[in-house]
Nanobody, 121 residues
């Protein structure tokens, strides 16, 4: 059974940076396209970035384009989300998802538990 685990969240001031990691276990990450989502309590989940199986194709939501970068290292079964120039409105729980199809803007077959990112001075 595929398991996803996020790490790297925390408290950062506006304008700061964080790098989130999502490690896939129980399977070969090369089989899966990966994506990051975020959710604020009481609001709908928002898709923010996705990367294809080989990493050759990426897509970003307009809200993060130019500030966030998704990447993957299949040797480590890990996908990353580098977040720069963070803003208070980026505060949310960030979750990764995996699916054998690409893209999957509504979520994949597998989900992590999420990691909290708080942007505040």
């Amino acid at each position: 059974q595929v398991h996803l685990e996020e790490s790297g969240g925390g408290l950062v001031p506006p304008g700061g940076s964080l790098r989130l990691s999502c490690e896939l276990s129980g399977g070969d990450s090369r089989r899966y396209a990966m994506a990051w989502f975020r959710q604020v309590t009481g609001k709908e989940q928002e898709w923010i970035a996705a990367i294809s199986w080989s990493g050759g194709t990426t897509h970003y939501a307009n809200s993060v384009k130019g500030r966030f970068t998704i990447s993957r290292n299949d040797a480590e079964n890990t996908v990353y989300l580098q977040m720069n120039d963070l803003k208070p409105e980026d505060t949310a729980v960030y979750s990764c998802s995996a699916d054998e199809n690409y893209p999957f803007p509504n979520g994949g077959d597998y989900w992590g538990q999420g990691t909290q990112v708080t942007v505040s001075s």
